[in-house]
């Protein structure tokens, strides 16, 4: 399983320790804001065992994401296969941190180094954000790390219920586009 470094930040595979402040973060109505609702206990619990899987098999996926200094957890980054039943295909990059986490460049650092990661480790040609059409501070997280946006690629998500969360948008990076990234 690999796991990446950062100046700050150790993007690793999933402990014990890392269930109750994982919970904790997706029972938070405001990091959850742009989700259709907040997750139980056990919802947050299957969603780790399903990212250690993945990291198991593949050597990637959804890492825990810790800073390095305090070895505090602060929420998740990487790379995953797009589901199915979107109108593309390929291979996602997303994150989510706890509230105590924003506004120090975590999420922009982590997913620096998923991305990098994708395209050097894994030869992709191309990855993929998506976010919901109203969730601004993911989207400029995707513009710091290089992404470009065409409204062309905007999209109802399927798996959303009828609502404001329902309208998204595709962000994206091709290998050859990293060049000159802050």
Not at 71 to 80: K, N, Q, R, V
Not at 88 to 103: H, K, M, P
Not at 145 to 168: E, K, N, Y
Request: charged share 30%.
């Amino acid at each position: 399983m690999s796991e990446l470094r950062t100046e700050r930040l150790l993007l690793r595979e999933w402990r014990r320790s890392d269930l109750s402040p994982w919970a904790a973060m997706n029972a938070d109505p405001e990091v959850r804001e742009h989700f259709p609702g907040v997750l139980t206990r056990e919802q947050s619990e299957a969603s780790v065992a399903r990212f250690q899987a993945d990291l198991e098999r593949r050597g990637w996926g959804w890492w825990a994401v810790e800073v390095r200094d305090t070895g505090e957890f602060i929420g998740f980054t990487g790379l995953d296969p797009v589901d199915e039943g979107m109108p593309f295909t390929g291979v996602e990059t997303g994150w989510r941190l706890a509230r105590s986490a924003w506004g120090h460049g975590y999420a922009s650092e982590a997913a620096r180094a998923a991305v990098d990661f994708g395209f050097d480790g894994l030869g992709l040609a191309e990855i993929l954000a998506v976010t919901t059409a109203t969730n601004l501070r993911s989207q400029a997280v995707m513009r710091r790390i290089g992404m470009t946006r065409d409204p062309a690629d905007d999209f109802d998500d399927p798996d959303v219920p009828d609502g404001p969360l329902r309208p998204s948008v595709l962000y994206r990076l091709r290998a050859g586009d990293r060049t000159g990234r802050r």
